[in-house]
């Protein structure tokens, strides 16, 4: 039996939303897991032409904020796909994925390949 925490993300740049999911995983078994929050992450990185240090700064301090409070164990993210919305969107999205990941490697957190 495994105790995670888990966080999950569905990242956009107007969009964010998150989960907060802690129970247990044991082989063979349904997991057992409980809601303990979900909503929307504001503090997301919208332009990559100016102020993108402080949108990473703010980003990178919610993911230290939800870390502290929950001791997230695992990151479980979807992979974000533009449907013909053409402009920076899909920048943005991938630069919070990879602000993610190496959150995640510093953190000593585990994390879902983005597929």
Known sequence: MKL???LAL???????????LRGKLEKGKPPSLQVLKFGRIHTTVREIKQGLVAQVAAYLETLRDIQAEYGVTHVVGERYQSRRMGGTTIESVNIMIGLTLGFCQENGILYRDWE
């Open 10 to 20: 569905d990242p956009g740049t107007g969009n964010y939303g998150y989960s907060i």
């Open 4 to 6: 995670v925490t888990i």
